[in-house]
């Protein structure tokens, strides 16, 4: 408004002093040239003089508003450049809409995340809402329509190939002058913070379930160990054999429970780790020669190599790395049948890490299972053989010690589980170098 009443300021002020400027010049000029003409050649004169006046007039307000106007589309371009470029800068997707979901405006990065491109989407009906979400985006629009702000509410939109997925939408009004209400509509993609989310509740739903479950541990195991000894007191007692079948089965599934409980104790330790240097190889051969009469009892072969790992230290606590050890020997010896093979051995992997390895010649994990097989509980053993927990204990104490465990299995033909663990110069150095 100041800016037009400006412009016409100029306009009038310039105008007059051109009128003065001409008159003055004409003056001077009658003056000194046409003191004695007569009347008529006056007459002309002035006529002239309006006419030119006129003329000089209309040339200086045309070129006047002429470049008022160019300067005026000049502005108004750049306006138009910054506010494409902050709306195509903005990182979420800025959607503008009438009241009947006709698009009006779509930015780049609400073509990046619902794959419509803008000169293709413009003038159409939004087609991002999911069917059950209409409902509510028509209450956000009516809370608009009443200069309520609808600001940073979860919700789900479409994109044109896939699945809806998790927003976070604010919605809120846009008046052009005198026009109806239009509305913009600002998401941005929270799939990513959704899914930590609900990470973070199972890791809490985990925790509170692990301290549960270490606390119930801790309470059975000292009953159960008591009924076993006190079972196999009465197996000794009862001489005439009337009830050794069912007192056997009851001792097996009492062995089971303290197995049960013994690997909840191990799976949710809460004991600290005392890591000392320790001789890999050494540990891999104590550990055999205390399972072999398992191994030896179902009829398997255990072959036994840890000269690589002789002389190698890892820094490890010595009953973990024993756990983790027999751990993987048991599961290959569940896994061979009679007359099968179990080989042990030590392997080094890069000049700062070393490892070991079992294999085994058994059934194989299937395809499908081999993703599981880390999961606390999965377990492919019938009821009351297998806990589940072995494999999640050793991954566990693996990773307590900065290695890697894996496990390759053909199905049918046997498996491999290869622990990798740094050397102990290696693991101090990278303990010491912690805050
Ligand atoms: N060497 C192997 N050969 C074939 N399958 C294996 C082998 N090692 C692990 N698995 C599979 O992985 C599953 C999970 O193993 P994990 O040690 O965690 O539990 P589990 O052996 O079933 O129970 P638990 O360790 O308490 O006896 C097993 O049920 C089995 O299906
Ligand atoms: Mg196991």
Redesign the pocket.
């Known amino acids: 408004m100041r800016e037009k009443r400006w412009f016409w300021a100029t306009l009038t002020l310039s105008s007059i002093t051109i009128v003065s400027v001409v008159f003055a010049a004409w003056e001077l000029v009658d003056n000194r040239f046409f003191r004695e003409a007569n009347y008529l050649t006056l007459h002309y004169l002035y006529i002239t003089r309006g006419v030119a006046t006129s003329l000089v007039l209309a040339f200086w307000a045309a070129w006047f508003v002429l470049r008022q106007r160019r300067q005026n589309e000049e502005d108004l371009r750049r306006s138009r450049e910054r506010y494409r470029g902050l709306l195509e800068a903005f990182p979420g997707a800025v959607i503008l809409y009438d009241a009947g979901l006709r698009v009006m405006e779509w930015n780049a990065s609400a073509e990046r995340m619902y794959g419509y491109p803008r000169p293709e989407i413009c003038g159409r009906l939004l087609p991002i809402v999911p069917a059950e979400k209409s409902e509510e985006l028509e209450q956000f629009m009516r809370r608009v329509e009443q200069s309520e702000a609808v600001l940073d509410v979860e919700t789900m939109r479409l994109p044109r190939d896939g699945e809806p997925f998790e927003v976070q939408l604010s919605l809120l009004p846009f008046r052009e002058a005198a026009g109806p209400v239009y509305f913009l509509e600002v998401t941005s993609d929270i799939r990513e913070r959704v899914h930590w989310r609900q990470r973070m509740l199972e890791i809490e739903k985990l925790t509170s379930m692990g301290k549960m479950a270490a606390g119930t541990a801790h309470h059975l195991n000292s009953p159960l160990a008591a009924l076993l000894i006190r079972i196999q007191m009465m197996r000794q007692r009862n001489t005439d054999g009337a009830f050794d079948e069912d007192a056997a089965r009851i001792e097996e599934g009492l062995n089971f429970c303290r197995?049960?409980v013994q690997?909840l104790l191990d799976f949710t330790r809460a004991t600290p780790m005392h890591k000392e240097p320790q001789d890999l190889g050494a540990i891999v051969e104590s550990v055999c020669s205390f399972f072999l009469p398992a191994i030896q009892s179902k009829g398997v072969a255990l072959v036994v190599d840890a000269a690589k790992g002789r002389g190698r230290q890892v820094h490890a606590d010595r009953n973990l790395l024993e756990t983790l050890l027999l751990?993987l020997l048991?599961?290959?010896l569940?896994?061979v049948s009679p007359g099968g093979e179990i080989r042990a051995f030590c392997r080094v992997v890069s000049p700062d890490r070393v490892g070991f390895a079992?294999h085994?010649n058994?059934?194989?994990?299937r395809a499908a299972?081999r993703e599981r097989?880390?999961e606390p509980f999965?377990?492919?053993?019938e009821p009351g053989?297998?806990?589940?927990?072995?494999?999640?204990i050793?991954r566990n104490v693996v990773l307590e010690h900065g290695g890697t465990i894996e496990?390759e299995?053909e199905p049918g033909a046997?498996?491999t589980?290869y622990v990798d663990l740094p050397l102990a110069e290696v693991a101090q150095m990278a303990g010491s170098a912690k805050p």
């Open positions: 197995h049960f690997r751990i048991s599961n290959a569940d896994a079992v085994d058994g059934c194989g994990i299972d097989v880390f999965f377990t492919t053993k053989r297998g806990t589940g927990l072995g494999l999640a050793a496990i299995s046997g498996a589980a």
